[in-house]
């Protein structure tokens, strides 16, 4: 009898099917692309029109300003501090180039400008920007000078402000903040980007104080001992119009950011007679568990 014709294919056999498969292996998925000489001439050229539309872009942006415009009230007469906090009020005093004023403030939206990141305690920017204060009919431009807030919860209790006055002294502290970190050779290659002054002592007698520096580390590589970013490398970040300048107690050699390895530090071990500064004060030291109402606890030889 006569093989049927699927079988003479042979399914195992490999026949008609695989030879069918063979047929069409790769042919479909191997698809040769033309390169268009306009298509190539636009891939060449596309940066130049990009950059140039990102420059237009960053150009007309509003230069960087980080003053504060805060409205207050006076300070109600006969009126102690402990109740305006109960009221959700900021108690404050302006001092400094003239005679002294109590004002108070929203305790709510202050703190939302002292505490501006989530998670965050007490902001660096908040000592070194500008407030101009609305009070009534007047205006007063100062500083923070002192600030009284909760070590741990993020409340604030008092602040103290100083005038800040056009052509006398103004020293703050500025903050710092780094960019191009994932761009960084150092930090590529292994190594550890330690921003180690988050802020710099500065001294204003502009009519403004100058933003937050922002240092770029895409310049910073991994050396030996370490690769150092100085005061006297960002100068250039300083204000043109020259009323703005370093505090005069730096050499211009204080190391601002720093790219080591952090294996190649071997760890220092503290010596036995050292002692946590934390736990002093005026009567001695804390005691981590004895508060005065139980016996103390000992340690047993």
């Known amino acids: 009898a006569a093989a049927p014709a699927w079988g003479a294919a042979g399914v195992g056999g490999g026949g008609g099917l695989a030879e069918e498969r063979r047929a069409f292996s790769s042919k479909g998925y191997n698809i040769k692309r033309v390169q268009y000489p306009w298509k190539t001439m636009m891939l060449k050229y596309s940066w130049e029109f990009l950059k140039q539309e ?7 942006q509003p230069q960087r300003d ?33 005679p002294s004023r109590r004002v108070v403030f929203s305790k709510a939206e202050m703190e939302r400008i002292a505490f501006d990141e989530p998670e965050a305690h007490l902001s660096h920017l908040f000592k070194g920007r500008l407030f ?20 741990v919860e993020r409340e604030l209790y008092f602040i103290r402000f100083r005038r800040h006055v056009p052509g006398k002294v103004t020293a703050l502290p500025i903050p710092v903040s780094i960019s ?18 988050p802020t710099i002592k500065c001294e204003c007698v502009g009519e403004t104080i100058p933003p937050p520096f922002v240092i770029d580390v895409t310049n910073l590589k991994l050396e030996s001992p370490y690769s150092k970013i100085t005061i006297s490398d960002i100068k250039n970040q300083l204000p043109e119009d020259g009323l703005t300048r370093f505090s005069r107690d730096y050499t211009g050699e204080e190391e601002v950011v720093m790219c080591y390895d952090p294996k190649s530090i071997p760890e220092t071990p503290l010596p036995p007679e050292w002692q946590d500064p934390n736990f002093n004060h005026r009567g001695g030291r804390y005691h981590l568990t004895y508060t005065g109402f139980w016996p103390k606890q000992t340690t047993r030889a």
């Not at 990102?54 to 007309?60: I, L, P, Q, R, W």
């Not at 609305?134 to 909760?150: F, K, R």
């Open 180 to 197: 191009g970190l994932w761009g960084c050779p150092g930090y590529r290659a292994g190594g550890h980007v330690d921003l180690a002054m």
């Open 54 to 60: 990102m420059v237009t872009h960053f150009e007309a």
């Open 66 to 98: 980080s003053t504060v415009h805060i409205r207050g009230e006076l300070w109600p007469r006969f009126t102690m501090k402990e109740e305006l906090l109960e009221q959700d009020r900021l108690p404050a005093l302006i001092g400094g180039w003239g």
């Open 132 to 151: 101009r204060v609305y009070v009534g009919n007047w205006v007063e431009e100062c500083v923070v000078d002192d600030i009284s807030v909760h070590p």
